[in-house]
């Protein structure tokens, strides 16, 4: 079911539930910031899902609210994991999805990162 990427924060929402260790995750990477995880419906090879720590419901909140050192550790933090996972070769695809037209489906901002392959072109 898609959102509309705007409040209020649904603190019951999955990805708030694996921050509080309620459902598991296979992480790979945390820090202050962020939690990244492989998503269990993965679209490529590698495909793992990157989210704040902090109660945003997309990334229009996010960009709007958070202070700009939490921008920047997100973004960092995005970079390392790329990093980390030896994606910087060849490339890699980030897709963070806001309101009910772009199919946002968790009302948490979150940051898909996608490789490990070719990735289809988007269409014009």
């Known amino acids: 079911m898609a959102v509309t990427g705007r409040g209020p924060y649904d603190p019951q929402n999955v990805f708030a539930k694996i921050l509080r260790g309620e ?4 992480a790979i990477f945390e820090n202050e910031w962020v ?17 704040p720590k902090n109660p945003y419901v997309s990334f229009m909140d996010f960009s709007q ?7 920047a550790g997100v973004m960092r933090a995005t970079g390392q994991i790329a990093l980390d996972l030896g994606l910087e070769e060849n490339g890699y695809r980030l ?3 806001a309101g009910l037209h ?4 968790v009302p948490h901002f979150h940051i898909h990162l996608l490789g490990g392959k070719a990735l289809p072109a988007f269409p014009a």
Do not use: R
């Open 102 to 105: 772009s199919g946002q489906e």
């Open 95 to 97: 897709i963070t999805n």
């Open 65 to 71: 609210t958070a202070p700009a050192e939490e921008i």
């Open 23 to 26: 459902i598991p995750c296979k």
């Open 35 to 51: 939690l990244a995880f492989y998503d269990i419906a993965p679209k490529a090879p590698v495909h793992v899902l990157i989210i």
